[in-house]
């Protein structure tokens, strides 16, 4: 089993930045992609951004490109996510996933198997 637990969210205005963290416990040496989704109300839940943990390759979704930037922190089992030049649009709760069954990276969110309890961000206009 994997933990996870999200922290960072927030109200932010627009133009604003937030960073999110995802501290990591449990049988961490199984997972081999972690990322972050994100659920507006009546939305369905929408893939963000991805990191293979041991070499390092990022992914994003196109509607955050060029803003977000995903990390991680090997030694603190830690995930990031670095959100700037956010938008009202940006509005969600994000959460934190781990896939831990040794296949490549996916932005379904039903190919990951552990997920955290979420962090809400607000971005006002």
């Known amino acids: 089993q994997v933990q996870l637990v999200e922290s960072g969210g927030g109200l932010v205005q627009a133009g604003g930045s937030l960073r999110l963290s995802c501290a990591a416990s449990g049988r961490t040496f199984s997972r081999n992609v972690m990322g972050w989704f994100r659920q507006a109300p009546g939305k369905e839940r929408e893939f963000v951004s991805a990191i293979t943990w041991y070499d390092d390759i990022t992914y994003y979704g196109d509607s955050v490109k060029g803003r977000f930037t995903i990390s991680r922190d090997y030694a603190k089992n830690t995930l990031y996510l670095q959100m700037n030049s956010l938008k009202p649009e940006d509005t969600a709760v994000y959460y934190c996933?781990?896939?831990?069954?040794?296949?490549?990276?996916?932005?379904?969110?039903?190919?990951?198997?552990?997920w955290g309890q979420g962090t809400q961000v607000t971005v006002s206009s």
């Open positions: 996933a781990a896939r831990a069954d040794g296949r490549a990276y996916s932005s379904a969110w039903s190919a990951y198997g552990y």
